[in-house]
């Protein structure tokens, strides 16, 4: 009896704590083996992420009352092929980190998180943008546009605001300081917006994304300002769905041109436990005869609701003598080789 006593007052302390907040542990796990290939180079390789970034988190909500409620996510990436971190094998909460409110009136969050672009983007995407095999990564390319920002799908420092969820038409803000030196021409900072309408089976959005960049050292010089746009849609037809993506990325510079991409993309649920995916996007750079023209045919099979076998083949074609990378394939500079990836591959959730 004296022995139970305390294993009694630990089950009351425990559960006192799952009444008022819950925590909970979630990932991917997503490892593949594939040939990939440039120009006349070839090679082997088992790698990480071709269904979806293998990941472990933590997630938390705790009910406050009067509708609101406080939350918070901590995300790692991992690289499931050798055990360590991502990105640069470093393990650290760099996927997401935030601390949010979360009410009648929508959300409100701080830390490191997704762009509001990156999210509305990745909706009209067959295969998800931050995925190995998406044709949308051209969406970050900027050959040919020297001094130009890789479009990023997160931000540090973060402050965004999302109105509730589940009424259709929605908006999404946030602002990331750049927390710099050079304060006063705000070098570093990154803001991003969208607004559209999300109830199904219709979704279309328009996002926006401008980060500015620049020297800390004197003399302070005017920041370069890398500006991003998209136009997205995607139809939910049951068994079949579409998807569709207008972007053009620019830098304030009359010297570069600006960067046009078109997606688009179908799946086809073939049966309840498999699904056909094919997408297709086009890059062209003003003023320039540099372009790229990329696709990706999948298929999935799942196995459970939590694991699945899927095959994928990315092909990119580098036009003008290009030399943009996708899947992580090297190119020889202003070479115009072409880069295909084929690949099977097996993604367990938890």
């Not at 935030?98 to 830390?111: F, N, Q, T």
């Not at 696709?295 to 003008?320: E, I, M, P, Q």
């Amino acid at each position: 009896m004296k022995k139970s006593i305390p294993a009694l007052a630990a089950w009351a302390v425990c559960a006192c704590a799952s009444a008022q907040s819950n925590v909970s542990i979630f990932g991917t796990i997503d490892t593949y083996v594939g040939r990939a290939k440039s120009g006349s180079n070839s090679t082997m390789r088992v790698d990480s992420g071709g269904n979806a970034a293998s990941r472990i988190g933590f997630r938390g909500k705790e009910d406050l009352g009067g509708g609101l409620s406080a939350r918070f996510v901590l995300e790692a990436g991992l690289e499931s092929d050798t055990g360590t971190g991502n990105p640069a094998s470093t393990f650290a909460f760099t996927r997401q980190s935030y601390v949010g409110l979360v009410g009648p009136w929508g959300a409100l969050d701080m830390g490191r998180m997704y762009t509001p672009m990156f999210q509305a983007v990745t909706r009209a995407d067959a295969f998800g943008l931050n995925t190995v095999f998406s044709p949308m990564n051209l969406a970050a390319v900027v050959d040919a546009q020297p001094g130009m920002r890789s479009f990023v799908p997160r931000a540090s420092n973060m402050l965004r605001y999302r109105t509730p969820v589940g009424t259709g038409l929605y908006t999404d803000l946030a602002y990331a300081p750049g927390e710099a030196a050079t304060l006063s021409k705000k070098s570093g900072d990154l803001y991003s917006a969208s607004v559209g309408w999300a109830l199904n089976p219709l979704y279309v959005a328009y996002a926006f994304q401008r980060a500015r960049s620049g020297s800390a050292t004197a003399p302070v010089a005017e920041p370069t300002k890398s500006t991003y746009q998209s136009l997205s849609a995607a139809y939910n037809g049951g068994v079949w769905q579409v998807f569709a993506t207008v972007a053009r990325n620019g830098l304030n510079k009359t010297s570069v041109g600006d960067a046009r991409i078109f997606s688009l993309g179908a799946t086809w649920n073939v049966t309840t436990q498999s699904r056909l995916a094919l997408e297709g996007a086009h890059r062209k750079v003003s003023g320039s005869d540099r372009s790229q023209l990329a696709w990706t045919l999948g298929y999935d099979y799942a196995l459970s609701k939590r694991t699945a076998l899927y095959g994928r083949w990315l092909h990119l074609d580098n036009r003008g003598g290009s030399s943009a990378s996708l899947a992580q394939i090297p190119v020889d500079i202003n070479s115009g080789d072409s880069a295909s990836l084929i690949a099977v591959g097996m993604r367990h959730n938890f």
